[in-house]
């Protein structure tokens, strides 16, 4: 019951990405700017995918996801290569519930309130509603998080803490999907 639960959890997305409006309290100072698209950026350099998945519970397909880093593995060297976490929705999904999702999947990780507690201040003063066939990414680069809503800059938390935590939602060996984990390695998950 407890793993049928997890999988609900993970599988409304469990993002933290802000809203169509950027915040300037959150901007990065870097050589990413408001004009950017992901698309700019995945063309600006050489980004190798590691691994894709779908995740579904029983028949329903909730969402696709994708990593790509520029070294073409995970974890990255935070301060010289990059990552591309991508989700493309296949159904709506509220941002109070991602805010509960996400908080809910970093304590079953076991990460201390006190570490995750501002930025779900943050993420919620940023954060959309999903509608299916959004599509959410998060750029992790030289320790900042830069966000994108259907390709669009939305701005970004300046903090090395936050992208790990976030992507290790998925990416971490306690995730509760290790699955889909496997999947957006690269690994044989029939090994």
Do not use: C
């Not at 901007?27 to 698209?37: H, R, V």
């Not at 909730?62 to 301060?79: H, K």
């Not at 994108?148 to 938390?157: R, S």
Request: no cysteine; hydrophobic share 40%.
């Amino acid at each position: 019951m407890l793993k049928l639960i997890s999988s609900i959890i993970l599988s409304l997305g469990l993002i933290g990405f802000a809203s169509a409006t950027p915040n300037p309290a959150l901007s990065l100072t870097s050589d990413i700017s408001a004009d950017n698209t992901l698309q700019s950026v995945l063309s600006s350099q050489p980004f190798v995918k590691t691994g894709e998945a779908t995740f579904s519970i029983f028949f329903w397909d909730l969402y696709q996801s994708q990593l790509q880093t520029t070294s073409g593995r995970y974890p990255i060297a935070i301060e010289s290569e990059q990552l591309v976490f991508q989700i493309r929705y296949l159904a709506d999904i509220s941002n109070d519930d991602l805010i509960m999702r996400t908080i809910e999947q970093w304590q079953h990780q076991g990460i201390s309130e006190n570490t995750y507690q501002h930025y779900v201040e943050k993420l919620a003063t940023m954060w959309p509603s999903i509608k299916k066939g959004d599509q959410l990414a998060m750029l992790m680069q030289k320790g900042k998080s830069v966000f994108y809503f259907n390709d669009q800059y939305l701005g970004a938390i300046d903090d090395d803490v936050f992208g790990p935590l976030f992507v290790n939602i998925w990416l971490a060996e306690s995730t509760s999907e290790p699955s889909l984990r496997a999947q957006l390695l690269g690994e044989n998950i029939n090994d």
